[in-house]
């Protein structure tokens, strides 16, 4: 992490300018709002059933090795190694916060680490602050992640996505492409609109959210103690030229917390319940199903077969998240239409049409042309192929280990969001034609060489090939839907835009 600036545009070169305006920075970022005072019940009498201790072992098990620690500095591995003597005194410590609901005080402590995002990197706001929390405390937050996760089932709906169970976001990828498909086929208009919200894991209002959850109809047991553990947190800054000034934060879920994912999940549905989106027919016909919302965590894709239908639905969405302090990014907003589109202006400030828009790291277009998607994957796998080359220069490695890095590095980059992929003749001819560039960057073989491609297949004996994967793929997703019970993605895969029945009933 280099230079920086200060509020008012000026370079900063000294350290410890540097750490004062990162401090200064998230300082106000997660700085309370005053204007909405505490709510608190006090000690809640009627608990939840006890922590037991396998439940603590579990939590321990499930912990993620080899990762930064806290404040306090104490790896997971310690942990592990002290097995059932740290699992007796963290089964000891846990007990006690679950029936006094107090926490302490270091494991209410975060270490942030600013790390950069697209733009200017001497900007403060272009850095995401990702917290490091005790590893001590996420035992604890794992135990309680397990209790709220049936009440954050039943809560959330289909089309939210982010950090579900057996969802992911290829997914909403195959959704929407399946929905141009669609469209297309059948000669409707559609219209999109993607939606950017400014630091929105930053900006949850914790007394908003507790007053959500009540609503939701969660235990007053959980409710107290997530409300104990963001009271009082405080937090410092890990920056290039040291750590700043400990200060206190007031506001936000920690990007980097074990709960944070499924806190956001309530607080972003209680926006989009607000908005009536689920009551009100705007939006695509699948199969009788009305959909005009997908979601993944904070990324909210709005949809609609009208340009006047689709503005109403954002300025819903944008009213809503207002009220509970989350606000648009006009800039990063983007529509994309397959008919025609007016400028919209919204604060004053235009929101721009596209006719194409990266979508959780795959590009979808307004057409539905899947070419493009995979001309910018095998560059994509042409860059992590290039960033190996140390690597495969190495005589230190065996010939097969290379191998098995390419197929595990470098092929999912380039299959990424394939299983709802329309694959043409030229598109498996280019995909062919990288993977033998691949192969022979691996064996140092220039394409001057008389060499050809059989016999380079024949050293590197890989197997099933890149673009005979792509099936695979397409055939083990199509498998997993089927299998769900009532599928969102099954029903947008084998629905009809338009249709009132269940299905696609054509042969």
């Known amino acids: 992490m280099g230079l920086i600036k200060d509020r008012n545009g000026m370079d900063l070169t000294e350290a410890e300018d540097i750490k004062k305006r990162w401090q200064e920075y998230t300082e106000k970022l997660y700085k309370k709002d005053l204007h909405d005072p505490d709510n608190h019940d006090g000690v809640i009498t009627d608990l939840e059933p006890d922590i037991l201790e396998c439940k603590v072992k579990w939590a321990l098990e499930s912990i993620t090795t080899n990762k930064a620690s806290g404040g306090d500095g104490i790896p997971v591995e310690l942990f592990q190694i002290l097995k059932d003597d740290a699992v007796k005194v963290l089964h000891s410590i846990c007990q006690q916060i679950w029936k006094t609901q107090q926490w302490p005080q270091d494991w209410k402590r975060s270490v942030f680490i600013p790390i950069p995002k697209k733009g200017n990197a001497k900007e403060c706001s272009n850095y995401r602050t990702i917290a490091l929390i005790s590893h001590a405390n996420k035992v604890m937050l794992k135990i309680l992640q397990a209790r709220l ?208 828009f990266i979508f959780l790291g795959s590009k979808i277009a307004t057409d539905g042309d899947c070419s493009h998607e995979i001309k910018r994957h095998l560059l994509l796998g042409r860059n992590v192929m290039t960033n190996l080359d140390s690597i495969f220069k190495s005589r230190d490695i065996t010939l097969p280990t290379k191998v098995r890095l390419v197929k595990a590095m470098v092929f999912p980059v380039v299959m990424y969001g394939c299983e709802s992929w329309t694959v043409k003749k030229a598109e498996r001819q280019r995909i062919d034609a990288f993977e033998l560039w691949c192969w022979r960057r691996l064996l140092r073989v220039p394409w001057t060489a008389r060499r050809s491609s059989q016999s380079i297949l024949k050293e590197i004996s890989p197997g099933i090939s890149l673009e005979g994967m792509m099936p695979k793929l397409k055939l083990q997703y199509f498998g997993h839907l089927m299998r769900r019970v009532d599928s969102l993605e099954k029903t947008v895969m084998l629905g009809r835009t338009g249709a009132g029945g269940e299905g696609d009933d054509r042969g």
């Open 149 to 356: 996760q049936q009440y954050v089932n039943r809560e959330l709906p289909a089309v939210q996505a982010g950090f579900r169970k057996g969802r992911g976001t290829r997914d909403q990828i195959a959704n929407i492409n399946w929905i141009i498909e669609k469209a297309r086929e059948f000669q409707k208009n559609i219209y999109f609109c993607f939606i950017d919200y400014a630091k929105a894991f930053d900006c949850v209002d914790p007394n908003k959210l507790w007053k959500i959850l009540k609503e939701m109809g969660l235990p007053d047991h959980l409710i107290c103690l997530l409300r104990n553990l963001y009271a009082g947190q405080e937090a410092t800054v890990r920056t290039g030229c040291g750590t700043t000034d400990w200060f206190q934060t007031g506001k936000g879920v920690h990007q980097g917390c074990i709960l944070s994912p499924c806190l956001f999940n309530l607080y972003a549905e209680y926006i989009m319940r607000n908005t009536g989106l689920e009551e009100t027919q705007t939006g695509i016909k699948i199969a009788g199903r009305n959909i005009n919302n997908f979601r993944y965590a904070d990324d909210t894709t709005l949809m609609a077969e009208s340009e006047e239908e689709l503005k109403s639905l954002l300025m819903k969405v944008k009213v809503e998240s207002e009220k509970v302090g989350l606000k648009l990014n006009i800039q990063k907003t983007k529509i994309m239409a397959s008919g025609p589109t007016t400028s919209w202006e919204i604060d004053g400030e235009t929101v721009e049409t596209v006719s194409d």
